[in-house]
């Protein structure tokens, strides 16, 4: 069924830090952008950041710009959220997802989440 299993998500105080993993387990993500989304409780899917197939450009959301890192290491087929600063308003299922044709573009392959939680 899922095709990528995200992973590191729990619970944290503000300010901490957490770095979530995303895994292929049926395809090779070198030469696909791959995505990271997020959605609280009654709200809708946010974008967070984005990262090309070869990790040269990426891209982030105003909302986590400066405290979020994306990164990827395609030997180990593997794609990486580094979250610094977090906020009570970082807290959401975090998903990711690969890009169909670029990060502008649409996704598939959707993971079954990983769950942040940032409170006191």
């Known amino acids: 069924q899922v095709q990528l299993v995200e992973s590191g998500g729990g619970l944290v105080q503000p300010g901490g830090s957490l770095r979530l993993s995303c895994v292929s387990s049926r395809f090779i993500l070198d030469g696909y952008g791959m995505g990271w989304f997020r959605q609280a409780p009654g709200k809708e899917r946010e974008g967070v950041s984005c990262i090309s197939p070869s990790g040269g450009i990426t891209t982030y959301a105003d909302s986590v710009k400066g405290r979020f890192t994306i990164s990827r290491d395609n030997a180990k087929n593997t794609v990486y959220l580094q979250m610094n600063s977090l906020k009570p308003e970082d807290t959401a299922t975090y998903y990711c997802?690969?890009?169909?044709?670029?990060?502008?573009?649409?996704?598939?392959?959707w993971g079954q989440g990983t769950q942040v939680t940032v409170s006191s």
């Open positions: 997802a690969r890009a169909i044709t670029s990060c502008a573009g649409t996704f598939d392959s």
